[in-house]
């Protein structure tokens, strides 16, 4: 029933920033927990960060941690993931994700919704 659509990818110059977002419609946004993965080319699809319902609490890879910011608004029924510092190995197609139960949150099984996706390309 939840549906999640991406936006806000690009291209963006090594060392730049960008915002991603994730609208959410269809379900109580406040039921979920959510996360954000991405899938490089040639890869396969990795936990980026991950935000818990009950307590609004951060998760990171620590690929990105320092680097990228995970947080919502509830008024929007939007997820965002703000990225600093981007770097070439940053390329990737990102993806949002969300989920009523908090098991394992760093795999793809654990999200049984999911977005269509973004690009996001750093250039060097």
């Known amino acids: 029933q939840v549906q999640l659509i991406e936006s806000g990818g690009g291209l963006v110059q090594a060392g730049g920033s960008l915002r991603l977002s994730c609208a959410v419609s269809?379900?109580?946004?406040?039921?979920?927990?959510f996360a954000w993965f991405r899938q490089p080319p040639g890869k396969e699809r990795a936990f980026v960060g991950a935000?818990?319902?009950?307590?609004?609490?951060?998760f990171y890879a620590d690929s990105v941690k320092g680097r990228f910011t995970i947080s919502k608004d509830n008024a929007q029924d939007t997820v965002y993931l703000q990225m600093e510092s981007l770097q070439p190995e940053d390329t990737a197609v990102y993806y949002c994700?969300?989920?009523?139960?908090?098991?394992?949150?760093?795999?793809?099984?654990?999200?049984?919704?999911w977005g269509q996706g973004t690009q996001v390309t750093v250039s060097s």
């Open positions: 994700a969300a989920a009523q139960s908090w098991v394992v949150f760093t795999t793809t099984n654990a999200y049984n919704h």
């Open positions: 269809g379900g109580s946004f406040s039921t979920y927990n």
């Open positions: 935000i818990r319902r009950a307590d609004t609490s951060t």
